[in-house]
């Protein structure tokens, strides 16, 4: 039964159900951090009272073919997560295995080599504005040494996935935001990796473009099974293009769930907190600012509801009001697609006598749904 004080969300359980094999086989890991630290050193020094820990035992995996999301607030770690994957910083304890290979134990042209199985893509494109669209995405096959007609060859269908056949001969400052993050995808392909890195990749673009953008995301992991693990502090995008998702905070992974899980159990309060600014289901401010703590002899309780599964299409609300002989004044709802799950929300308030709403609240609270109690209002009457 969920409480009826507190946190929204926070009533909600602190683990998840375990999940039963289907008898499908296991799906290799892609993407593996084992215990990955990294702590950055003011130059000439490297004390452990000196150093700044950005990031603290991290163990992550990632199965393949696979889009997994970490979100978290501005310096939480992220970014350093996601270049320790292919070293661009390198981890200062831990392993950090890509496709099978431990990368932390090489170096030189054996890195490098293996990087080219690993494309990344930035906030801020990193396009060379005196090359041409095909000239950026070709730069990573030319610092190869593959030849002009090969280059070819593999640049113009890459234009082609991207939807930038057009614009090959154009040069960045003709392209709009969301055409210059295209090229950055087609040049981050070009050497056909089997791992993609998004480091913030929408956060310059506008909804729209951003929509776009994810969309083609989702096209090539579907079209070529590519890997992709991206780093974001937005809950749209993970909402949108992500089968899994793990929280940052601090430097530390400290909640980890598949999607759907995420966005209706959040285990963590950071979670819950995420949740409810991506939600951004308030009450009226004018109600805010009369809400009361505890319940009054003439007062009535406003409520915060959230359904998820077979409570979405339930008639709870109506049936609340016929047995319960309660008036409800619905003051806000939604309904949010999380993956292949419904998540419903409302606000209301339940009006009657102090007897009835207390039935009211047990009604719902033993239909499998959850309640926050925000506060209680005078009656009129």
């Known amino acids: 039964m969920a409480t009826r004080q507190g946190g929204f969300f926070s009533c909600l ?54 889009i997994h999301g970490v979100i978290g607030l501005s310096g939480a770690g992220k970014s350093t997560l996601i270049r320790c994957v292919n070293l661009l910083e390198r981890p200062t304890t831990g392993t950090v295995t890509v496709d099978g290979q431990e990368l932390t134990a090489l170096s030189g042209s054996a890195l490098n080599q293996a990087r080219h199985r690993i494309g990344m893509i930035f906030q801020h494109f990193n396009l060379l504005t005196s090359r041409t669209v095909f000239a950026n995405v070709a730069l990573p096959l030319e610092l190869m040494g593959m030849k002009r007609g090969e280059i070819r060859e593999r640049i113009t269908p890459l234009l082609e996935l991207v939807g930038l056949t057009d614009k090959a001969r154009q040069y960045p400052a003709q392209l709009s935001g969301g055409q210059k993050q295209r090229v950055a995808i087609a040049r981050a392909l070009a050497s056909r990796p089997k791992v993609l890195l998004c480091d913030e990749a929408t956060s310059a673009l506008d909804p729209h473009t951003t929509g776009a953008i994810l969309d083609l995301l989702r096209d090539i992991n579907r079209k070529l099974g590519l890997t992709i693990l991206l780093i974001t502090h937005e809950m749209e995008v993970v909402k949108s293009i992500c089968h899994r998702v793990s929280l940052i905070s601090d430097g530390e992974l400290v909640e980890e769930a598949d999607v759907g899980d995420f966005f209706t159990a959040p285990r963590t309060q950071l979670g819950r907190d995420f949740l409810n600014d991506f939600l951004e289901l308030e009450p009226p401010r004018a109600l805010i600012e009369r809400l009361e703590d505890a319940p009054g002899p003439h007062s009535h309780p406003v409520v915060r509801l959230a359904f998820s599964g077979d409570a979405v299409s339930t008639p709870l609300i109506s049936r609340l009001a016929r047995e319960c002989s309660v008036d409800v004044s619905i003051l806000q709802a939604k309904v949010e697609s999380i993956q292949e799950r419904t998540l419903g929300l409302m606000i209301a308030e339940l009006m009657g006598p102090a007897e009835k709403t207390r039935e009211a609240l047990d009604y719902l609270e033993s239909h499998d749904l959850q309640v926050e109690v925000l506060g209680h209002v005078q009656r009129d009457d």
């Open 13 to 66: 359980p602190t683990a998840l159900p375990a999940r039963h094999s289907t008898g499908a086989p296991p799906v290799a890991v892609m993407i593996r951090l084992h215990d990955v630290s990294k702590t950055y050193y003011p130059k000439g020094r490297r004390s452990t009272a000196s150093g700044v820990t950005a990031l603290k035992h991290a163990d992550l995996h990632v199965p393949q073919g696979r």
